[in-house]
């Protein structure tokens, strides 16, 4: 299918996000794994005692995550209103407009999976996605961090982690080449709680 071209917006420039890749599948998977990338160096740098590092890696690693799962439901969104319209379920203009709608400041995360949600194909009902875990999870994994300086919960980032894979499987590309994260390689099962509670007390929330 061929690229869609975004319609002239009517909205002043402030109002559009940066989205110069969302339209690109093969950036939409780098980018998961670019998270994945940055939990598994979190996870090194901890075990080797430098706990303030850690806590970066693992901060990029959420943000990275939470850009590759918005991209990833723009990129399918985008796609499915053509389809739509090549079905004449949508008209030329109202395609145009949700698209634009897409890049707007307003349109959160949210919004995207609710539509997903009421337009995929396959049905977003089969697929066992749990949508909630990702819009629960984004405000200790991407939102508090990005904002407050706060350290993102592994164990959050993990949850919403495997439901954006599900995402990219199911509405991406469902041969993508996906990292893993193997705890077993790690031991990290006893690292999460100790960790969060030395490093918050250096970023407190209050």
């Not at 049905?123 to 961090?145: L, R």
């Not at 439901?163 to 999460?192: F, M, P, Q, W």
């Not at 100790?194 to 929330?205: D, E, G, H, K």
Request: charged share 30%.
């Amino acid at each position: 299918m061929m690229p869609l071209e975004l319609s002239s917006s009517s909205h002043s420039p402030s109002r559009k996000t940066n989205n110069v890749n969302y339209r690109d599948q093969r950036a939409i998977i780098n980018q998961f794994n670019k998270s994945i990338r940055e939990y598994k160096r979190f996870i090194e740098i901890y075990s080797g005692g430098d706990e303030e590092l850690a806590s970066s890696k693992l901060h990029d690693a959420g943000t990275t995550l939470y850009m590759c799962c918005e991209w990833a439901l723009k990129n399918y969104l985008a796609r499915r209103y053509n389809e739509q319209f090549e079905s004449h379920a949508l008209s030329s203009q109202m395609r145009d407009y949700k698209i634009e709608q897409l890049s707007d400041q307003t349109t959160t995360l949210k919004v995207l999976l609710d539509e997903l949600e009421n337009i995929a194909v396959p049905p977003f009902i089969d697929t066992g996605i749990k949508s909630q875990k990702i819009t629960k999870n984004a405000k200790d994994v991407n939102n508090s961090p990005k904002h407050d300086r706060t350290i993102p919960d592994p164990s959050l980032y993990k949850e919403a982690m495997e439901e954006i894979r599900k995402i990219i499987r199911y509405y991406i590309d469902e041969n993508a080449e996906l990292e893993l994260i193997d705890d077993s390689l790690y031991g990290e099962g006893s690292v999460h709680c100790p960790f969060l509670q030395r490093i918050s007390a250096r970023f407190p929330t209050g």
